[in-house]
């Protein structure tokens, strides 16, 4: 398997959703702005989120795709297909199981972490917050879809998945909010049908691979599998980790609800721009690390799994310097073509621009961070990343004391960004102390060569945004749109043309995966 094309097929399907994503938010932002009412819906959806996390996305595939690739590798077909129904029956009953509670204690759950919204949007937020609890349930199960696909190298279709979601958004955005007395509902209600659209194309997929979960009405049956135990067991301290992330996102938010009204919002726009460059690349590699650092494990490949690792670095700093400088320089140009129409006013602009500047510091931690986690998470060591993880995140609300005061809601996203650049500098540590991860020669030179070319296109991007106003352009949409995409053209010709004259080429890139 050729992983430069593999990444690059990933990566367009992780566009796709991201694109999508940005016109979800960018309606969203027309349609609602910066207000109290969508401070109440970002609070409602990032509860199931939290969980979500905890069965799906976060925990769940840092233990759950190990064992598969070590299953698949080593006991055969049989075995495998058990496993895969036995994980997908308890996981499925246990996120019902929380939903049901959830939607009974959501009042108190509010009432820890969004006390700070007014009388009608608390209100608001408990109602929507109920609606999108069964949420989980489908996520879980398109997690697991997502970990089975992509042991199978099947990578396209869990990478398309979430453009389904953003789609529900859309069509929200643009039609139902016409149909709810509080237009804001319309919002969870596309949360709810996003989640079962991407339950739906998972299932063909599974069939085809030969792996679609049968279910069981008894929720237990699939704790005698020792393999579930397994899994659960390693699930323990991932499940710890992304918990104390996740409560410090909440914390950060409960902060940016007392910073006034939209700041929760302003926060989460910059967010949105913030995630597009990390799942181009760092979720991209991280969904190819992983199952094949599993199975150079389980193939007792050191030489393999450590090329791995070097291969994944090298395209991290390759692509993740320039987005980040690329940020920074054109904050204000993003947030005002994305987002600057409707009742997003353009005062808001520079509200939500800061923290995105503040965001950039760190983007190269957060993606190394989705590299070097997943060379722990192949050898079935989780308690390492998450010691190192829960030591940052502690370390994050620290930072949040000094910044927040002096930068307001930029300080809890620089705070963000500068806990990821700790977190990284200690995985990688931790894999150099235990020779995991032996780097082979020339990064000197290739950093040398790098730096020049970011800082050549750092500067022609801020020279070419500072010569319009950009908000002054609002009434001209689509002309602002061309001279953004006109401006992020000519910085990716400048480094890349930087490049090429400095002796970078392709096929230094190109890796296949045993």
Known sequence: MNLLKTLAAISSMTMLSRITGLLRESLFARAFGASAYTDAFIIAFRIPNLLRRLFAEGAFSQAFVPILSEYKTQHGENATRGLVDHVANTLVWATVATSVVGIIATP????????????????????????????????????????????????????????????????????????????????????????????????????????????????????????????????????????????????????????????????????????????????????????????????????????????????????????????????????????????????????????LMAYSAGLVGIILVKTLAPAFYARQDIRTPVRIAVGVLVGTQLMNLVFVPLLGVAGLALSIGLGACINALFLYSGLRQRGIYVPQGGWGPFFARLLVAVLVMGLVAWFCQAQLDWAAMRAHPWLRVGALLGIISICGAVYFAVLFALGFRLRDFKRRAK
Request: with cysteine; proline share 6%; net charge positive.
């Open 108 to 355: 108190v759950i509010l009432t820890l972490i969004a006390s700070g919204l007014e009388s009608g949007a608390f209100d608001a937020s408990v109602l929507m917050t109920r609606l999108m609890f069964p949420y989980i349930a489908c996520m879980s199960f398109v997690a697991l879809a997502g970990g089975v696909l992509n042991t199978w190298r099947e990578f396209k279709i869990p990478a398309f998945t979430p453009v389904l979601l953003n789609l529900a958004f859309i069509f929200a955005s643009v039609v139902l909010v016409r149909y709810f007395h509080q237009p804001i509902y319309a919002m969870a209600v596309a949360v709810c049908v996003g989640g079962l659209l991407q339950v739906g194309i998972q299932i063909p997929a599974l069939v085809r691979i030969g792996m679609l979960p049968r279910l069981s009405l008894k929720p237990l049956a699939g704790l005698r599998d020792p393999g579930v135990r397994r899994i659960l067991q390693k699930m323990g301290p991932a499940v710890f980790a992304v918990s104390a992330a996740q409560i410090s996102l909440l914390i950060n938010t409960s902060i940016a609800a007392r910073l006034g009204a939209g700041s929760v919002s302003a926060l989460q726009y910059a967010d949105r721009l913030m995630e597009f460059p990390t799942a181009m690349l760092g979720v991209a590699l991280g969904t190819i690390l992983l199952p094949n650092l599993s199975k150079a494990n389980a193939d007792g490949d050191a030489d393999e799994y450590s090329a791995l690792l070097h291969w994944g670095l090298r395209l991290t700093f390759l692509l993740a310097l320039p987005a980040a400088v690329g940020m920074a320089a054109m904050a204000v140009p993003l947030i005002a073509t994305l987002f600057n129409y409707g009742a997003f006013q353009s005062e808001t602009i520079l509200a939500a621009a800061l923290p």
